[in-house]
T-cell receptor
Protein backbone atom coordinates (compact mmCIF):
# COMPACT_ATOMS: atom_id res chain seq x y z
CA UNK A 1 0.00 0.00 0.00
CA UNK A 2 1.21 3.50 -0.84
CA UNK A 3 -0.79 5.01 2.03
CA UNK A 4 -1.19 8.77 1.58
CA UNK A 5 0.49 10.31 -1.47
CA UNK A 6 0.93 14.00 -2.30
CA UNK A 7 1.96 15.84 -5.44
CA UNK A 8 4.02 17.82 -6.10
CA UNK A 9 6.84 17.37 -3.57
CA UNK A 10 8.19 20.88 -4.16
CA UNK A 11 6.76 24.01 -5.78
CA UNK A 12 7.85 27.60 -6.20
CA UNK A 13 5.21 30.20 -7.06
CA UNK A 14 5.18 33.92 -7.63
CA UNK A 15 2.79 36.09 -5.63
CA UNK A 16 -0.66 36.00 -7.22
CA UNK A 17 -0.22 32.68 -9.03
CA UNK A 18 -2.60 29.83 -8.38
CA UNK A 19 -2.01 26.13 -7.91
CA UNK A 20 -3.61 22.95 -6.65
CA UNK A 21 -1.99 20.48 -4.27
CA UNK A 22 -3.14 16.92 -4.80
CA UNK A 23 -3.65 14.24 -2.17
CA UNK A 24 -4.79 10.64 -2.54
CA UNK A 25 -5.12 7.74 -0.12
CA UNK A 26 -5.53 4.05 -0.85
CA UNK A 27 -6.66 2.93 2.61
CA UNK A 28 -10.39 3.42 1.97
CA UNK A 29 -10.49 6.08 4.67
CA UNK A 30 -13.54 8.26 5.07
CA UNK A 31 -11.91 11.38 6.55
CA UNK A 32 -9.18 13.52 5.03
CA UNK A 33 -7.32 16.62 6.23
CA UNK A 34 -5.00 19.38 5.06
CA UNK A 35 -2.44 20.89 7.44
CA UNK A 36 0.32 23.43 7.12
CA UNK A 37 3.56 23.25 9.09
CA UNK A 38 5.48 26.37 9.96
CA UNK A 39 8.69 26.55 12.01
CA UNK A 40 8.11 26.40 15.75
CA UNK A 41 4.33 26.06 15.39
CA UNK A 42 3.60 22.39 14.90
CA UNK A 43 0.87 21.59 12.39
CA UNK A 44 -2.29 23.64 11.96
CA UNK A 45 -5.46 22.41 10.30
CA UNK A 46 -6.54 24.24 7.14
CA UNK A 47 -9.57 22.22 6.02
CA UNK A 48 -10.95 18.78 6.60
CA UNK A 49 -13.45 16.42 5.04
CA UNK A 50 -15.17 14.15 7.52
CA UNK A 51 -16.65 12.06 4.71
CA UNK A 52 -17.03 12.08 0.96
CA UNK A 53 -19.12 15.04 -0.11
CA UNK A 54 -18.45 17.20 2.96
CA UNK A 55 -15.76 19.78 3.72
CA UNK A 56 -15.29 22.13 6.66
CA UNK A 57 -12.91 24.88 7.71
CA UNK A 58 -10.16 24.26 10.20
CA UNK A 59 -8.06 26.77 12.13
CA UNK A 60 -6.44 28.63 9.20
CA UNK A 61 -8.68 28.39 6.10
CA UNK A 62 -8.23 31.91 4.68
CA UNK A 63 -6.70 31.93 1.21
CA UNK A 64 -7.45 28.27 0.54
CA UNK A 65 -10.20 26.16 -1.00
CA UNK A 66 -10.61 22.41 -1.06
CA UNK A 67 -12.39 19.76 -3.10
CA UNK A 68 -13.18 16.24 -2.00
CA UNK A 69 -13.18 14.81 -5.51
CA UNK A 70 -14.12 11.28 -4.43
CA UNK A 71 -13.40 9.05 -1.45
CA UNK A 72 -9.71 8.74 -2.38
CA UNK A 73 -8.79 12.29 -3.34
CA UNK A 74 -8.77 15.61 -1.49
CA UNK A 75 -7.21 18.64 -3.18
CA UNK A 76 -6.13 22.00 -1.78
CA UNK A 77 -6.21 25.09 -4.00
CA UNK A 78 -4.46 28.41 -3.57
CA UNK A 79 -6.28 30.89 -5.82
CA UNK A 80 -3.84 33.79 -5.42
CA UNK A 81 -0.68 32.76 -3.59
CA UNK A 82 0.88 35.08 -1.01
CA UNK A 83 4.32 34.89 0.66
CA UNK A 84 2.56 34.11 3.96
CA UNK A 85 1.52 30.81 2.40
CA UNK A 86 5.11 29.64 2.16
CA UNK A 87 4.99 26.47 4.22
CA UNK A 88 5.07 22.70 4.17
CA UNK A 89 1.65 21.23 3.48
CA UNK A 90 0.60 17.83 4.76
CA UNK A 91 -2.39 15.76 3.83
CA UNK A 92 -3.70 13.14 6.25
CA UNK A 93 -6.49 10.59 6.34
CA UNK A 94 -8.28 8.52 8.95
CA UNK A 95 -10.77 5.69 8.76
CA UNK A 96 -13.37 7.74 10.57
CA UNK A 97 -13.26 11.17 12.12
CA UNK A 98 -12.34 9.74 15.54
CA UNK A 99 -9.55 7.45 14.37
CA UNK A 100 -5.79 7.79 14.09
CA UNK A 101 -4.62 10.04 11.28
CA UNK A 102 -2.00 8.91 8.77
CA UNK A 103 0.10 11.53 7.01
CA UNK A 104 1.53 11.96 3.54
CA UNK A 105 5.14 13.02 2.85
CA UNK A 106 4.32 16.71 2.42
CA UNK A 107 4.59 19.42 -0.24
CA UNK A 108 7.15 22.16 0.32
CA UNK A 109 5.75 25.39 -1.16
CA UNK A 110 7.63 28.65 -1.55
CA UNK A 111 5.84 31.82 -2.63
CA UNK A 112 8.12 34.62 -3.81
CA UNK B 1 -9.68 24.34 25.93
CA UNK B 2 -7.16 21.68 25.00
CA UNK B 3 -3.51 22.55 24.52
CA UNK B 4 -0.12 20.85 24.34
CA UNK B 5 3.25 22.13 25.55
CA UNK B 6 6.49 20.46 24.63
CA UNK B 7 8.93 21.64 27.23
CA UNK B 8 12.11 21.39 25.15
CA UNK B 9 12.54 22.61 21.60
CA UNK B 10 15.87 20.77 21.25
CA UNK B 11 17.27 17.71 23.02
CA UNK B 12 20.74 16.31 22.41
CA UNK B 13 21.88 12.87 23.61
CA UNK B 14 24.72 10.48 22.97
CA UNK B 15 24.08 7.20 21.22
CA UNK B 16 23.24 4.50 23.74
CA UNK B 17 22.00 6.90 26.44
CA UNK B 18 18.35 7.34 27.49
CA UNK B 19 15.98 9.71 25.74
CA UNK B 20 13.36 11.83 27.51
CA UNK B 21 11.09 14.16 25.55
CA UNK B 22 8.68 16.05 27.77
CA UNK B 23 5.06 16.91 27.03
CA UNK B 24 2.36 18.50 29.17
CA UNK B 25 -1.23 18.80 28.09
CA UNK B 26 -4.30 20.68 29.12
CA UNK B 27 -7.68 19.05 28.68
CA UNK B 28 -11.09 19.47 30.23
CA UNK B 29 -11.79 15.75 29.95
CA UNK B 30 -9.85 12.52 29.58
CA UNK B 31 -7.81 13.07 26.44
CA UNK B 32 -6.44 10.91 23.69
CA UNK B 33 -2.73 11.59 23.28
CA UNK B 34 -0.27 10.73 20.56
CA UNK B 35 3.40 11.00 19.73
CA UNK B 36 4.37 11.40 16.08
CA UNK B 37 7.90 11.41 14.65
CA UNK B 38 9.04 13.30 11.57
CA UNK B 39 12.35 12.41 9.96
CA UNK B 40 13.99 15.06 7.75
CA UNK B 41 11.95 15.79 4.63
CA UNK B 42 9.47 13.06 5.49
CA UNK B 43 5.87 12.94 6.61
CA UNK B 44 4.72 12.26 10.15
CA UNK B 45 4.70 8.70 11.45
CA UNK B 46 2.67 7.57 14.45
CA UNK B 47 4.93 6.35 17.28
CA UNK B 48 2.28 5.53 19.86
CA UNK B 49 -1.10 6.57 21.21
CA UNK B 50 -2.92 6.67 24.54
CA UNK B 51 -6.69 6.24 24.52
CA UNK B 52 -7.60 5.64 28.21
CA UNK B 53 -6.47 2.04 28.45
CA UNK B 54 -3.07 1.23 30.06
CA UNK B 55 -1.24 4.33 31.26
CA UNK B 56 2.12 3.00 30.01
CA UNK B 57 1.98 2.86 26.25
CA UNK B 58 4.55 1.05 24.14
CA UNK B 59 5.21 2.22 20.61
CA UNK B 60 7.43 1.40 17.70
CA UNK B 61 11.24 1.44 17.70
CA UNK B 62 11.52 0.92 21.48
CA UNK B 63 9.74 4.14 22.48
CA UNK B 64 7.19 4.30 25.24
CA UNK B 65 5.20 7.01 27.02
CA UNK B 66 3.46 7.18 30.35
CA UNK B 67 0.19 9.02 30.89
CA UNK B 68 0.18 10.74 34.29
CA UNK B 69 -3.13 12.41 34.94
CA UNK B 70 -2.03 14.01 38.22
CA UNK B 71 0.86 15.73 36.43
CA UNK B 72 -0.98 16.24 33.11
CA UNK B 73 2.07 14.80 31.40
CA UNK B 74 2.74 12.34 28.59
CA UNK B 75 6.53 12.14 28.37
CA UNK B 76 8.21 10.03 25.69
CA UNK B 77 11.15 7.82 26.65
CA UNK B 78 13.55 5.32 25.17
CA UNK B 79 16.18 3.45 27.18
CA UNK B 80 18.95 3.67 24.60
CA UNK B 81 19.14 6.17 21.74
CA UNK B 82 20.12 5.12 18.25
CA UNK B 83 21.49 7.38 15.54
CA UNK B 84 18.35 6.71 13.49
CA UNK B 85 16.22 8.30 16.24
CA UNK B 86 17.42 11.76 15.24
CA UNK B 87 14.22 13.50 14.11
CA UNK B 88 11.52 15.91 15.23
CA UNK B 89 8.93 14.61 17.65
CA UNK B 90 5.42 15.99 18.10
CA UNK B 91 3.15 15.49 21.07
CA UNK B 92 -0.50 15.69 20.02
CA UNK B 93 -3.82 15.81 21.88
CA UNK B 94 -7.09 14.90 20.23
CA UNK B 95 -10.21 16.89 20.90
CA UNK B 96 -13.81 16.35 20.02
CA UNK B 97 -15.54 19.13 18.16
CA UNK B 98 -19.31 19.34 18.02
CA UNK B 99 -20.46 16.95 15.32
CA UNK B 100 -17.86 14.35 16.23
CA UNK B 101 -14.96 15.75 14.28
CA UNK B 102 -11.55 14.51 15.41
CA UNK B 103 -9.32 17.59 15.76
CA UNK B 104 -5.63 17.17 16.54
CA UNK B 105 -3.74 19.86 18.44
CA UNK B 106 0.00 19.69 17.89
CA UNK B 107 2.80 20.75 20.16
CA UNK B 108 5.54 22.89 18.65
CA UNK B 109 7.88 19.90 18.34
CA UNK B 110 11.14 18.72 19.92
CA UNK B 111 14.14 18.20 17.71
CA UNK B 112 16.20 15.24 18.92
CA UNK B 113 19.88 15.10 18.00
CA UNK B 114 21.87 11.90 18.62
CA UNK B 115 25.65 12.10 18.76
CA UNK B 116 28.09 9.20 18.31
Amino acid sequence: NAGVTQTPKFQVLKTGQSMTLQCAQDMNHNSMYWYRQDPGMGLRLIYYSASEGTTDKGEVPNGYNVSRLNKREFSLRLESAAPSQTSVYFCASSEASLDTQYFGPGTRLTVL
Amino acid sequence: AQSVTQLDSHVSVSEGTPVLLRCNYSSSYSPSLFWYVQHPNKGLQLLLKYTSAATLVKGINGFEAEFKKSETSFHLTKPSAHMSDAAEYFCVVRTLIMGGYNKLIFGAGTRLAVHP
